[in-house]
């Protein structure tokens, strides 16, 4: 399995407070990404990097902000939950060299937001 | 905009019997193509990949693609399904810009029954 550690893996918490996951990678790979999973929707990509300090927005960026100070950690910071939050997010990694075009996948993180 | 599709939100097979999971994507450019598959509380597990070359790509646990060109497809294929691939199966397409992003599609369930 590729080095990717998201924590926490499991969270609860309230409306209207701040929540930062983490995402950890020991592969050295340029790309990180945010995506959350809703039943229907499939992945939707929130935020992504294409190196340290390099972030752009995706698809459902609203609500989230991200910050990328070192190659391996990749946080995603949702502001001021909200119950359309409640999701599966998954942090994944990929880089461009060669024939090495996947995506890594960690074990994501379920959050609730009551 | 990269796109993919899925048009079947649900696949069921008997085991023993061959199993398809059908994609189609539209893409400006080469496309970068992928099949993921994911089991209950799991993250996504990368199964084979078409970057170039011959359009049946073989990858993990017998599983195979046939990349159509003119018909922008890219169906998953097994030639005996087992009762331990049921699961959740994405299709993905990477996006050749800055941040080299994944647009999944929605998802097919695969059931394989005894």
């Known amino acids: 399995d590729a080095g990717i550690t998201q924590s926490p893996r499991h969270k609860v918490t309230e409306t209207g407070t701040p929540v930062t996951l983490r995402c950890h990678q020991t592969?050295?790979?340029?790309?990180m990404y945010w995506y959350r999973q809703d039943p229907g929707h499939g992945l939707r990509l929130i935020h992504y990097?294409?190196?340290?300090?390099?972030?752009d927005k995706g698809e459902v960026s609203d609500g989230y902000s991200v910050s990328r100070s070192k190659t391996e950690d990749f946080l995603l910071t949702l502001e001021s939950a909200t119950s359309s939050q409640t999701s599966v997010y998954f942090c994944?990694?990929?880089?461009?060299?060669?024939?090495?075009?996947?995506?890594?996948f960690g074990q994501g993180t379920r959050l609730t937001v009551v | 905009a990269q796109s993919v599709a899925q048009p079947e939100d649900q696949v069921n097979v008997a085991e023993g019997n061959p199993l398809t999971v059908k994609c189609t994507y539209s893409?400006?450019?080469?496309?970068?193509l992928f099949w993921y598959v994911q089991y209950p509380n799991r993250g996504l597990q990368f199964l084979l990949k078409y970057i170039t070359g011959d359009n049946l790509v073989k990858g993990s646990y017998g599983f195979e693609a046939e990349f159509n060109k003119s018909q922008t497809s890219f169906h998953l294929k097994k030639p005996s399904a087992l009762v331990s691939d049921s699961a959740l199966y994405f299709c993905?397409?990477?996006?050749?810009?800055?941040?080299?992003?994944?647009?999944f599609g929605p998802g097919t369930r695969l059931s394989v029954l005894p």
């Open positions: 993905a397409v990477r996006d050749g810009g800055y941040g080299q992003n994944f647009v």
């Open positions: 994944a990694i990929s880089e461009v060299q060669g024939s090495l075009a996947e995506a890594f």
């Open positions: 893409v400006s450019g080469n496309p970068y």
């Open positions: 592969e050295n790979h340029r790309y």
């Open positions: 990097s294409y190196g340290v300090k390099d972030t």
